[in-house]
């Protein structure tokens, strides 16, 4: 059962900041620079938690993990130049 | 996530746990791993080493098929190990008796299939000649179960495929027609339509087959032939009628897809009517649509996703042969 968590992060070394995204973009889909928006299994969370946690300064930076529930997923509004990002069950190119 | 991949000339390479295709320096697509199921890739597309012994770790089905959805040849992580499944099928479907017990299950579950399909596409047209033609096939269902060896089956199905197909032409209404059933060159679009459906039908059972652990060229209503995959052929059977014909009538009706979605090149003796590219994109969608579809399945008593029908139908074939007990095919 996957779910669906908002991820974001606020961290001040550029290398760290890298490394985080990196492992990040493994998981989901970057929404804005700082934000990214991952649809997950319970196993897939605690393991991308459990690695930004070794990653970051516990100091200074921070990563914020929000749950949204299908209700909450739905009425996501969105302003400007960005996207509503909706999983798909096959994609041809 | 089944990913089709059909832009000629495109790159598939990794980044991470990301699939990358490219054409030329641009970017058309990324995937994540863990969302990846299965990857189809159809015509010219270069795939890297990185990219294959990725996708061999991760136990992603690659499909390599033809630019006409020919199938070539898969990325097997490992081939199915089940042996005992292998040899037992081997054995059991050698004797007749068994053999033939298969097989009217399947030209059975085909039948009543295609019966439900006329019914339920007749129930807008009312045609008058499509109901002479449901009673022509509705008394042949009573006749299967008695019917002792193959070659007579073989003759029944032929002449149900027959009465079957001839209901079609009173189902279009648009431009298009089905006139008569022609492959190994489709001649007409209607026709190319079927056998495209038909070939991505197939690609999906082989991949069930494959995983199940049966053998694929090893059946019990198509004939063994070199080459010739008659395990998933038979599994395939009975969702020709549910997953393509239906699918293909509707389409057509409701103009999705017209005459414009087509090829035609009359002096290519080879393909004289394909699917332009434009057309194909579209069509396979319709299609992936139809499998991704719930319908009602009587075993779980609930409703189901046709493609996981199609492997669950697989697993019942494997169990008949292990336990020893009825075949009962899929009815729509």
Known sequence: MKKYYLISYDISDDRIRYRVDKELKNYGIRVQKSVFECNITDAEYVKLKEKLDNLIDMNTDSIRYYFLCKHCRDSIQNVGNSFINNDKIFEII | ?332
Do not use: C
């Open chain 2, 1 to 332: 996530m089944i990913v089709y991949l059909t832009e000629q000339g495109s790159y598939i390479s990794i980044s991470g746990d990301r699939i990358i295709v490219k054409k030329g320096v641009n970017t058309i697509g990324i995937f994540l791993t863990k969302d990846t199921d299965q990857i189809i890739i159809m015509g010219n597309i270069s795939i890297s080493t990185q990219a294959i012994k990725h996708l061999l770790k991760n136990k992603i089905d690659v499909v390599f098929t033809t630019y006409s959805g020919q199938y070539m040849g898969r990325l097997v992580p490992e081939l199915g190990k089940n042996i005992i499944l292998r040899r037992l099928q081997i054995q059991k479907l050698s004797v007749t008796k068994h053999k033939i017990k298969f097989a009217r299950a399947i030209v059975l579950a085909k039948l009543e299939n295609s019966i439900a399909t006329l019914r339920k596409l007749n129930y807008y047209h009312k045609s008058e000649e499509v109901s002479h033609i449901l009673n022509k096939l509705i008394p042949i269902r009573k006749e299967i179960p008695s019917i002792e060896d193959l070659p007579t089956l073989l003759g029944y199905e032929g002449n149900v495929a027959n009465i079957y197909f001839s209901a079609f032409d009173y189902l279009v209404k648009g431009p298009i027609k089905f006139e008569k059933r022609t492959r190994r060159p489709p001649k007409n679009e209607f026709n190319a339509l079927l056998s495209f459906g038909y070939t991505i039908l197939l690609n999906l059972v082989r991949t069930t087959v494959n995983t199940v652990g049966l053998d694929p060229y090893y059946g019990s209503y198509h004939a063994e032939e070199y080459g010739r995959p008659s395990m998933v052929l038979d599994l395939m059977e009975e969702f020709r009628p549910v997953a393509i014909d239906y699918l293909v009538i509707s389409i057509l009706n409701k103009n999705i897809i017209t005459g414009s979605d087509f090829i035609i090149d009359k002096d290519n003796e080879e393909l004289p009517v394909s699917l332009s590219i434009y057309g194909r994109k579209k069509y396979i969608g319709l299609i992936e649509k139809r499998f991704n579809s719930y319908f009602w399945y009587e075993p779980k008593k609930k409703k189901m996703l046709l493609k996981d029908i199609v492997r669950y139908q697989t697993y019942l074939f494997a169990k008949a042969i292990i336990e020893d007990s009825e075949y009962v095919g899929f009815r729509f």
